[in-house]
């Protein structure tokens, strides 16, 4: 018999209920955590986001010391997410390898076409695999879900070909079956918003810049600062467009919030500033997508 219960994942993320299989997902990390006991050392591709915070604590619960973290470090990456990684793996007790990676020296990835995850996966897990080697580490893992699926994310596929392991999606949890396994067990990752690199704030075809990925992240800093917890900046040359949460639309129109954020966005180089009306969309630039 399934039984569905509705779950209160708090109003610092959705705002709202949803409903949620407890039994479905419990027994999805069931299927994790047996999969995990048949390979006998992991190295996690440790984001500090939701998804890997949660494969990372039950391959650690599961594997002990044999289990390691890698987190990568660039341009491209907010500062304030690789420190939330190394808190995360230190309040663990978790071994955790912080290192730079170099996607701005890439050609395919600086020219931004639509291609671009996949060479900065590549060139990313290739240095994953090589910290895993240097430490006898047989196995590699990364934090995909099956709601990954549902989007243009070429980056999965150069994880396929590179033999980097996808757990979470092997036992088939979503992204609201991580957040409440995560709660269940105690992670302060469970309502985590959702993040991705600052490139991805890049219109295709503009190329990537460090002072574009500066002013991206400069600005998005200060919204979080004032207590927008899902939000993404987009760098549009001249403009910035702003896209929060559509419940914190009304928040960020007040007046007062409107003339600091004019203010900070052209100190940071912007001359224009726009709100989006649709609000926080995941994936949103891909709509310039034509895909087969």
């Known amino acids: 018999m399934l039984f569905v219960i509705e779950l209160e994942l708090g109003m610092r993320y959705t705002g709202a209920r949803i409903k949620m299989d407890k039994q479905s997902a419990r027994s999805k990390k069931e299927r994790l955590v047996q999969e995990l006991r048949g390979i006998d050392s992991l190295l996690v591709a440790f984001s500090g986001g939701v998804d890997s915070s949660l494969l990372l604590a039950v391959a650690h619960e599961t594997l002990g010391k044999r289990t390691v973290a890698a987190t990568a470090t660039s341009e491209i990456y907010p500062v304030k997410e690789k420190d939330e990684a190394v808190k995360f793996s230190r309040d663990r007790g978790i071994e ?20 671009r995850c996949y060479h900065c996966k590549k060139s990313l897990f290739q240095k994953v695999i090589e910290i895993a080697a240097d430490r006898g580490i047989k196995h590699v893992a990364h934090g995909a879900n099956m709601d990954d699926l549902k989007d243009y994310r070429p980056g999965l596929r150069a994880a396929a070909e590179m033999g980097i392991m996808a757990p979470l999606l092997d036992a088939g949890l979503r992204k609201q079956d991580i957040r409440f396994l995560s709660k269940e067990i105690g992670l302060y990752t469970w309502d985590k918003p959702a993040m991705a690199c600052l490139a991805t704030r890049i219109p295709y075809g503009n190329p990537i810049t460090a002072e574009k990925l500066r002013m991206i992240e400069e600005a998005e800093v200060f919204l979080f600062e004032r207590g927008f917890r899902q939000c993404r900046v987009r760098h549009h040359g001249s403009v910035a467009r702003i896209e929060v ?37 995941s994936g949103s630039m891909n709509r310039a997508l034509e895909i087969d």
């Open 245 to 281: 949460k559509s419940q914190e639309l009304k928040m960020i129109t007040r007046d007062d919030l409107t003339k600091a954020i004019v203010h900070k966005f052209r100190d940071i180089g912007f001359f224009h500033i726009a709100l989006d009306l649709e609000g926080y969309v």
């Open 96 to 115: 955790h390898i912080v290192f730079r990676s170099h996607e701005t020296s890439l050609p395919a990835f600086v020219s931004n076409g639509p291609d």
